[in-house]
Nanobody
Framework: QVQLVQSGGGSVQAGGSLRLSCAASGYTYSNVCMGWFRQAPGKEREGVAALSIGGGSTYYADFVKGRFTVSQDNAKYTVYLQLNSLKPEDTAMYYC?????????????????????WGQGTQVTVSS
C-alpha cells in the first residue's frame, strides 16, 4: 500500500540544477525519516540527505557541502531534493526511501537497510 513515486531527474551540464520529487502515499508523514540515496554504476549505494517528517530536521552527507537541499511539502505529501552546482561525479540513480521509526539522523545515511520502502529511482546525468 505504501508507494513512493519519484520524478525530476534528467540531464544537465556541470553547474546546472535539478529538483527531484518523491510523492508518498499509503501512510502519514509522521514518525518517518525520509532519505535520499544515490548509486552510480559499479559503486555502492550512498546516502545523500535525510529529513525528519515529524521534527523537520535535515541531515546531509559530507560530500554535499551546501549544494543540495532536502525539504518537504506536507500539504502535497511530497519531499524534494534540490540539486545545485551539479558536478559530473553527481551522476547516478537517485532514490528516495522511507524509514518508519522515532529516529532520524546522519547515521541513517549509512544504514540503507533500515529503510522500509523505496521509490523507483530517477536518473541524474551531469555532463562536463
Amino acid at each position: 500500500q505504501v508507494q513512493l513515486v519519484q520524478s525530476g531527474g534528467g540531464s544537465v551540464q556541470a553547474g546546472g540544477s535539478l529538483r527531484l520529487s518523491c510523492a508518498a502515499s499509503g501512510y502519514t508523514y509522521s514518525n518517518v525519516c525520509m532519505g535520499w540515496f544515490r548509486q552510480a554504476p559499479g559503486k555502492e549505494r550512498e546516502g545523500v540527505a535525510a529529513l525528519s517528517i515529524g521534527g523537520g530536521s535535515t541531515y546531509y552527507a559530507d560530500f554535499v557541502k551546501g549544494r543540495f537541499t532536502v525539504s518537504q511539502d506536507n500539504a502535497k505529501y511530497t519531499v524534494y531534493l534540490q540539486l545545485n552546482s551539479l558536478k559530473p561525479e553527481d551522476t547516478a540513480m537517485y532514490y528516495c526511501a522511507a524509514h518508519f521509526g522515532d529516529y532520524c539522523g546522519t547515521g541513517l545515511l549509512y544504514s540503507a537497510k533500515l529503510f522500509d520502502y523505496w521509490g523507483q529511482g530517477t536518473q541524474v546525468t551531469v555532463s562536463s
